[in-house]
């Protein structure tokens, strides 16, 4: 009974007298910290993916916290929700911005870009990058090793073994632009969504002149520039033998896509055209109407 | 003993299938193309046009900065366009492409055989002719050999070092060279002593050439200061920092330059090219190469125009075999695999070697067993086991730290892993990382 | 010519060593051992040897295919064979077959497969499922047979090993140092103990095999025998009585076996030689302390298993010299 006795008084004075001890350390050595950032920090989405730009989540509540307003911070996996949040808990204007996904500017797949050679060196595109242009004629074009599905951590990016190019899988897609940074040829670009998902733009980083990309791969870009002359709101540049098309100015009209040669623009997410074969039946019976004895009255009806 | 490097090395099979195949005078191709790009340092700029008229050793290109080097036509013809040609990087580089006619050469050259002993210019005036001359290293990093012999104001030349090792399996080249020319070399490795002002000099030959070692060492009897110093047959003696260690028994510290040992090292073909340029007005445009493989019908060794496409040498041996796998510009051990025949030859083209396609792919990757045989093979005391791994995973602050820029990129690691792993190849990408990361920092400051 | 050339980075060829070779390598090397077992203990070396190799390859292929779900197997590579005949080595000859399988599951599953498979693991996996088995099966595992009943298994007569008979001495009992057998038998292996570890000339022979072969350097070897000789003669120095010569030291017990080819497992051991130096000298003083001074008779396995837990620090610490460290003058 002693023993038990001596036991329990013993180690409850230990247990108290350390409780003491952290009572007056959490006191003494403690760090005021801004309360409002770890509010700010409950409403984040926790992932951690730097795709804000700053250190993890509790680096973008400080620096949202710390810089008293919130131009140019965007959270691109909690998206607008969570920035109308942080702006509530901060009592600030939430900066309106558009949703962005990352967007693979190459379609050399294996139909289009035949391989001249086969790489057997270490499965990286960084690795093949610095001493090769690739196994093909196109030395801009995708390297297919998968550097950007290993950086990918939201499972957004696969390598579509048909094709050997990878695919954005659009609702997970951060934006965060780990895949862009991954990519030694700079052919992913963080683009902007567009209306109801749809955007237009170039498939193609190709500087290489018109005959020697042609050469290399069926859907380069020629630099040709018929894109250029063809948008109704300047939103195309050539440079280099390459065609950019300016997000911000794209109206998404298509009017470039359907001017492109070698299929090299792209639309996504738009519905299918209607076809020409309507409008001309429409006029073929239109003039079959007014059509009068005298035959060359008839409009001319193209083809 | 034979003497040899401290730390490291491995014993790929020496292969010398041309070893004894005179050198023969490869045959002018049609069009030549001549790459800006063939040295260490700023790519040369080009001083003629389309439509120029240019002879034999006529300069076509000038030094692009200080270090770079001044480019030679090989070839007499027209100038046909300055366009680019994918090298033996794979990427498309700039080239001068002439369309040849006859054989033309410049009046100042000296055609003739016999040899000629005697030198009475300064050192600087070596130099310079050295520089107008456009002579780089022949050993294969294609260094622009006037600013080395022009050494920094901090560091003193004593002796000059030739390195004639070729431990590449496959090359014979220099081992050729050496049994055709060796009195030109002398001469040539006299006239680097005195443009560097030093009065010893040291060649290195590996073992396995034992009559190259007896036929320099008798002529070398007959000049002062120059000593021939066998070699153990080992891989990478040839490297500079191994060879100075070597032969001298000083090791170039990390991050410092080879000349902070006292020790000027040159290729003994770019001692015989010293020579040519001296004494006879030759500019370098030609070099021997090695055309050599297991399945390739005559394995050769040409004195070869630059701009010469490599098929052309390829066809001069049999023709490209039907089982060929792979083509390497260089040797096995640190050439660069070539993406097609059309590349031309450079200054730094010392070989081509036909693989067969049961020696062109590598083997199966497995998981690093931990053997440490990679360590033991490393020359420059590293642990690539590590390096790779570090950079695998991004880990770039800590390869620094690990001395990654120490690493001469030899492929002594990746020969012994007996897990097939490419420790090389991630090596080299975490080499250039930290080397852009050092860069930015010095900017910074 | 129709092939496309293959491109990639220098090197361009492969100095041909794999690590099949280097495994298989090592199971030559301990052919010698293991023919001497079967000269000694007959029907349970080859039964014990027999159950621990094919325990250890289906639990390799059984995990693999059905836990980690991998696409094709490890046991080719030869490590798990190695895995099982070390395992073996380190059991007495009259070990029933399910405790075998039970530790073969333990070296196998624990020591290995759950670290990741070849290389990941910490732990060398032999020792991990001997120490288990000693720890939880006492009895069975400290009860040797006396050498020669070639055709008993389970059912042979047990005796004192050298070991036993030294722990007794260190306890006092000096008569125990007569019953020692004499040093070419301890040499040859005419004496009980586990299965590998009684004839130390055939496991020399091993190591003779794999320096050959450079599938080893001899840095950790001599460095704990070293070790162990020097240590142990120092204490026999001091008190000949109760510590018997450093010779009776070497050639007795798990030293010999433990020495060449647990303490070398590439995977657990330390990458540089000054690492392999330290790891040896340790891993001798540590068995020899818990020789001594002890209460188990044997200290091998878990000198060694300690210092396993040191390597990934003797890596951080022990790098190997630099080129350009020293720049002697010439």
Redesign the interface.
Same mark, same amino acid.
């Given at each position: 009974m002693n023993v038990i006795l001596i036991a329990v008084i013993s180690l409850g004075a230990i247990a108290l007298v350390s409780a003491a001890i952290l009572y007056v350390a959490s006191k003494k050595f403690a760090v005021y910290e801004d309360p409002r950032i770890a509010q700010v920090g409950a409403v984040l989405p926790q992932a951690n993916c730097g795709g804000c730009g700053y250190p993890g989540c509790s680096g973008f509540a400080d620096a949202c916290v710390k810089a008293g307003s919130l131009e140019g911070k965007f959270c691109p996996v909690g998206g607008q929700p969570v920035m109308t949040k942080v702006a509530e808990i901060l009592g600030l204007d939430a900066a309106a911005t558009e949703p962005m996904v990352a967007v693979v500017r190459c379609n050399g797949t294996c139909a289009n870009r035949p391989?001249?050679? $086969?790489? /057997? &060196?270490?499965k $990286?595109c960084?690795?093949a990058a %610095?001493?090769?242009? &690739?196994?093909t004629g196109c %030395?801009f074009g995708c390297l297919g090793c998968g550097d950007c599905v290993s950086a990918c951590q939201f499972d957004a990016i696969h390598m579509n073994p048909e094709t050997g190019l990878p695919e954005v899988d659009e609702a997970k897609c951060t934006a965060c632009g780990a895949c862009a940074k991954a990519c030694p040829k700079n052919i992913i670009e963080i683009r902007p969504q567009g209306k109801k998902s749809r955007r237009v733009y170039v498939q193609c980083v190709n500087k /290489?002149k018109g005959g020697v990309a042609r050469k290399a791969c069926a859907a380069a870009c020629i630099g040709c520039g018929k894109c250029v002359k063809v948008c109704p709101f300047e939103a195309i540049t050539l440079e280099n033998n390459l065609a950019y098309i300016d997000p911000n100015k794209c109206k998404s009209c298509r009017k470039c896509e359907e001017a492109c040669p070698q299929n090299a623009i792209v639309a996504l997410n738009f519905p299918p055209r209607k076809p020409k074969v309507e409008e001309t039946e429409a006029a073929t019976i239109v003039g079959a109407q007014t059509a009068t004895p005298a035959k060359t009255e008839a409009p001319e009806v193209k083809a | 003993m034979l003497k040899t490097f401290s730390i490291g090395g491995v014993h790929p099979h020496e292969n010398k299938l041309s070893a004894h195949q005179p050198i023969i005078k490869a045959e002018i191709p049609f069009k030549a193309v001549i790459l800006l790009g063939q040295h260490i340092g700023a790519p040369a700029k080009p001083i003629v046009a389309k439509g120029d008229v240019v002879k034999v050793g006529t300069k076509i290109a000038e030094p692009g900065g200080f270090v770079s080097a001044a480019i030679h036509s090989s070839v007499s013809g027209k100038v046909a366009k300055i366009d680019t040609i994918i090298d033996a990087s794979g990427y498309p580089k700039p080239a001068i492409f002439i369309d040849v006619e006859g054989d033309e050469w410049e009046e100042s050259i000296d055609r003739t055989e016999t040899l000629v002993k005697e030198c009475n210019l300064t050192s600087e005036e070596i130099v310079k002719k050295i520089a107008e001359a456009g002579i780089v290293g022949l050993g294969g990093a294609c260094f622009p050999t006037q600013v080395k012999l022009c050494p920094p104001p901090a560091f003193k030349a004593e002796c000059v070092i030739i390195n004639a090792v070729e431990c590449e399996p496959y090359l014979t080249a220099d081992h050729q060279l050496m049994l055709e020319h060796a009195e030109e070399i002398m001469v040539g490795v006299s006239i680097l002593m005195k443009a560097v002002k030093v009065n010893k000099a040291f060649i290195g030959i590996e073992n396995n050439k034992p009559d190259a070692i007896q036929l320099m060492t008798k002529v070398a009897s007959g000049y002062a200061g120059i000593e021939i110093v066998p070699l153990k047959v080992q891989y990478p003696q040839g490297g500079e920092k191994q060879l100075i260690d070597a032969i001298i028994g000083r090791q170039v510290a990390s991050g410092a330059l080879p000349i902070s040992t006292g020790a000027v090292v040159q290729n003994v073909g770019t001692a015989f090219a010293v020579y040519q340029a001296v004494q006879k007005n030759k500019p370098l445009f030609e070099r021997v190469i090695t055309v050599t493989g297991k399945s390739l019908a005559k394995p050769s060794n040409f004195l070869a125009r630059i701009g010469t496409p490599m098929k052309q040498l390829i066809d001069a041996c049999g023709g490209l075999p039907e089982d060929t796998g792979k083509i390497i510009g260089g040797g096995p051990m640190m050439g660069k695999a070539l993406v097609n025949t059309d590349v031309p030859t450079a200054k730094g083209s010392s070989g081509i070697l036909i693989m067969n396609n049961k020696e062109a792919k590598r083997g199966e990757i497995q998981p690093c067993i931990r053997c440490a045989k990679c360590v033991g093979a490393c020359p420059m005391g590293l642990e690539p086991y590590l390096l790779s791994a570090l950079s695998e995973h991004a880990e770039f602050e800590r390869m620094e730290k690990e001395r990654i820029m120490d690493c001469i990129e030899c492929g002594s690691c990746q020969f012994t892993c007996p897990a097939n792993r490419p420790l090389l190849d991630y090596c080299r990408l975490g080499k250039g990382k930290v080397g852009a990361m050092i860069r930015a920092r010095q900017a910074k400051k | 010519m129709e092939n496309k050339l293959v491109i990639s980075l220098s090197p361009h060829v492969h100095g041909g060593d794999s690590v099949k070779k280097n495994m298989y390598g090592v199971l030559i090397a301990l052919i010698p051992a293991f023919l001497v077992s079967l000269y000694f203990f007959g029907l349970g070396a080859l039964v014990v040897t027999a159950t621990s190799v094919a325990a250890c390859l289906f639990f390799e292929w059984a995990i693999g295919r059905f836990l980690l779900k991998k696409e094709t197997s490890t046991i080719c590579d030869g490590s798990a064979v190695i895995t099982g005949v070390l395992l073996a080595f380190n059991l007495p000859s009259n070990l029933p077959i399910w405790i075998i399988i039970i530790g073969a599951l333990f070296a196998i599953g624990v020591g290995k497969m759950s670290f990741g498979g070849l290389g990941s693991n910490p732990f060398n996996p032999a020792l991990v499922g001997r120490v288990f088995l000693l720890l939880s099966f006492p009895v069975q595992m400290t009860s040797w047979p006396v050498v020669g009943q070639l055709t008993s298994y389970t059912d042979a007569t047990t005796a004192a090993t050298p070991l036993n008979l030294m722990k007794q001495v260190v306890g006092g009992n000096v008569d125990a140092l007569k019953e020692l057998p004499s040093s070419f038998d301890l040499l040859i292996g005419n004496n009980g103990g586990c299965l590998g570890e009684v004839s130390a000339l055939a496991l020399l022979l091993g190591l003779a095999y794999m320096l050959w072969k450079r599938i080893i350097t001899w840095h950790i070897p001599v460095a704990i025998l070293g070790t162990v000789f020097v240590f142990s003669g120092i204490m026999h120095l001091v008190d000949p009585v109760h510590y018997v010569s450093p010779v009776l030291q070497l050639f007795t017990g798990g030293l010999m076996l433990g020495a060449i080819f647990m303490a070398t497992d590439y995977v657990t051991s330390p990458m540089s030689k000054k690492g392999m130096l330290i790891y040896g000298v340790c891993i001798g003083l540590l068995t020899v302390i818990i020789r001594l001074f002890g209460a188990y008779p044997e200290g091998m396995s878990f000198a060694i298993l300690i210092m396993n837990a040191f390597t990934p620090l003797i890596n951080t610490y022990c790098k190997p010299k630099r080129f350009g460290e020293v720049a002697k003058k010439k």
């Open positions: 391989r001249t050679n $086969s790489y /057997d &060196g270490a $990286s960084a690795i %610095s001493l090769y242009g &690739g196994e %030395s /290489d | - | -």
